[in-house]
Nanobody, 123 residues
Framework: QVQLVESGGGSVQAGGSLRLSCAASGYTSSTYCMAWFRQAPGKELEGVARIRSPGYATYVDFVQGRFTISRDNAKNTLYLQMNSLKPEDTGMYYC?????????????????WGQGTQVTVFS
């Protein structure tokens, strides 16, 4: 049974940073594509970034240069370092996994999901 558990969300002032973590269990994470999605209040779920293996990451335009996705396969953990946060980054952040990577990021392509962690950025 694949399980994903996010942590690290919180409230931060605009311009600040947060680091999200996603602990994975139930499978060998190195064979899976891992991604972060987010959902702002009243909006649809949208992709943020995905990583196939260390060094092979892809980002959507609105986080390019501010967010960094990484993974530690030895710890079965996915990370999202978020810098220069903006109020529009507010939302519930989810990690997700699927076998094999695809692009663009579509939520429907991902089989496994965590419960989410809330990020609130205030001005």
């Amino acid at each position: 049974q694949v399980q994903l558990v996010e942590s690290g969300g919180g409230s931060v002032q605009a311009g600040g940073s947060l680091r999200l973590s996603c602990a994975a269990s139930g499978y060998t994470s190195s064979t899976y594509c891992m991604a972060w999605f987010r959902q702002a209040p009243g909006k649809e779920l949208e992709g943020v970034a995905r990583i196939r293996s260390p060094g092979y990451a892809t980002y959507v335009d609105f986080v390019q240069g501010r967010f960094t996705i990484s993974r530690d396969n030895a710890k079965n953990t996915l990370y999202l370092q978020m810098n220069s946060l903006k109020p529009e980054d507010t939302g519930m952040y989810y990690c997700a996994a699927r076998y094999g990577c695809t692009w663009p990021l579509y939520a429907a392509d991902y089989s496994y999901w965590g419960q989410g962690t809330q990020v609130t950025v205030f001005s």
